[in-house]
């Protein structure tokens, strides 16, 4: 954080998220170290572009007979919930359709946000320590919203926060800036010195998204709408404006270590944009 590293296109990219509700522990890697029962956990491993987190309730033990389950396909800002009474009913679920896009049949819309806070302290310490006040500070004002999960990716961004149906990643969230982030995302607005990006896009094209944002200053969530995807060119369409940018990655080491765990300096993506214009 005292690096202060831009994190403008460092969300992860994935066709769809599935959040099983497990209150742990949670080990370093989260699914193979669990206490999910081993078929349970083969069958969740490895799902294409699917991404498995664990989630769990901040300070707030598990009672009552099921567990919830949420699948969310960014691209269609879909969220939707079912519930276990037995974590291997998760046996049946359809995962090569998942990683397809397709929905599971039955399962609930979800009308309202959902917040997860990566709070994986195995996995790197800063998640846990910088999370944990972020995931106090949103419980206490969407406590049926909020869940704890387990690693999202980008730990030297930490406190990250998950934003689904839309699949935003926001990074470097302190328990202060928990309740206005709510609040400006429920407004439909971004912060754009958080975003880190949207997980349905490539990272160039998160980058491209949130340059162009600052260069217009509108942080509108349906202001900005991509047009077209060629290399490192995006083309987005802005109220009857077309924007073209283009952005070149690289990989570069940073100075210092990445995280709370890093043993070493790590390398990171690099992004330049070359050309923003409107056309």
Known sequence: MERADDPAGTATHVAAFLLVEHHGPWGTAVLRDSRL??????????IGAVRVLLARRHHRAHRGPTYAVHVCFPHTQRLLRHEVT??????????AALARGEEP?????VTEPLYGVCTHGRHDACCAERGRPVAAALTAIRPEQTWEVSHVGGDRFAANVLVLPQGLYY???????????????ESGRLDLDRLRGRSSRPM???HAEVALRRHLGDDRESAVRVVRRDGELTEFAHGEDTWVVRVRRGEGEVEGRLTC???????????????????
């Open 105 to 109: 049949p039955g399962w609930v819309p």
């Open 86 to 95: 037995d974590h291997r009913e998760l046996l049946d679920l359809d995962t």
């Open 37 to 46: 029962d081993e078929d349970v956990r083969r069958h969740l491993s490895g």
């Open 171 to 185: 990074g470097q969230v302190t328990a202060a800036d928990a309740a206005g982030l709510a609040d400006r995302h």
């Open 204 to 206: 160039h094209v998160q």
């Open 261 to 279: 765990g890093a043993a070493r300096p790590g390398r990171v993506p690099v992004f330049e944009v070359l050309s923003l214009e409107r056309v």
